[in-house]
């Protein structure tokens, strides 16, 4: 529950999210998203964090970048690094759980309820952080994928736990009917 009066920020693991999301065949709609929690509270900050693999020509995550950053997103992004592995695999890395962990450390003065669009056990420490700064933590992502999204541990620290599928009609796009446009 959120209450009307309380100072919101929405985080977003972007990886982890469009995982859950595409697992429980959600086509999440960033512009219903940040109104739905807009409309909840105060919200003050809404923060969609990923890495993006700039040797290719073709980025695909540039155009929900350039869509959430005109629909009053903040995409925080860094260059995902390209390595080879002991197997000889070519291997992309690009975490974004600190640039996450020291936005949210530095807005929690301002900041009543946080709610992080992630399931990655990493996060706990920064959950028991805000916690301990006052903060109320809310985590959204699922238990209905199979296995869950959402690490244990995450779904205990938070102070609520929201399900992802239970936002669907909320957030997501309408699918498409493919056999009845043919």
Same mark, same amino acid.
């Given at each position: 529950m959120i209450y009307k009066d309380e100072r919101i920020a929405i985080f977003i693991d972007g990886p982890n999210l469009y995982a859950a999301a595409k697992k429980l065949e959600i086509d999440v709609d960033y512009k219903a998203l940040r109104s739905h929690f807009a409309q909840q509270g105060r919200l003050l900050r809404a923060s969609y964090f990923t890495a993006?693999?700039?040797?290719? =020509? *073709? !980025?695909p995550l540039r155009p929900l970048l350039d869509f959430i950053q005109y629909n009053g997103w903040t995409a925080v992004t860094k260059p995902a690094r390209e390595f080879t592995g002991a197997d000889g695999q070519r291997k992309v890395k690009g975490n974004m759980a600190v640039e996450l962990t020291v936005d $949210?450390? $530095?807005l929690a003065p301002h900041i009543d309820h946080f709610i992080l669009f992630s399931g990655d056990r990493d996060f706990c420490a920064l959950v028991a952080h805000l916690q301990s700064q006052g903060a109320r933590v809310s985590v959204a992502s699922s238990v209905r994928t199979n296995p869950a999204f959402i690490a244990d541990e995450l779904r205990r620290q938070a =102070? $609520? *736990?929201?399900?992802?599928?239970d936002l669907r009609d909320i957030i997501g796009?309408? !699918?498409?009917d493919t056999a009845a446009a043919a």
């Amino acid at each position: 529950m959120i209450y009307k009066d309380e100072r919101i920020a929405i985080f977003i693991d972007g990886p982890n999210l469009y995982a859950a999301a595409k697992k429980l065949e959600i086509d999440v709609d960033y512009k219903a998203l940040r109104s739905h929690f807009a409309q909840q509270g105060r919200l003050l900050r809404a923060s969609y964090f990923t890495a993006i693999h700039d040797a290719d =020509d *073709f !980025q695909p995550l540039r155009p929900l970048l350039d869509f959430i950053q005109y629909n009053g997103w903040t995409a925080v992004t860094k260059p995902a690094r390209e390595f080879t592995g002991a197997d000889g695999q070519r291997k992309v890395k690009g975490n974004m759980a600190v640039e996450l962990t020291v936005d $949210a450390i $530095a807005l929690a003065p301002h900041i009543d309820h946080f709610i992080l669009f992630s399931g990655d056990r990493d996060f706990c420490a920064l959950v028991a952080h805000l916690q301990s700064q006052g903060a109320r933590v809310s985590v959204a992502s699922s238990v209905r994928t199979n296995p869950a999204f959402i690490a244990d541990e995450l779904r205990r620290q938070a =102070d $609520a *736990f929201i399900e992802l599928d239970d936002l669907r009609d909320i957030i997501g796009r309408a !699918q498409r009917d493919t056999a009845a446009a043919a």
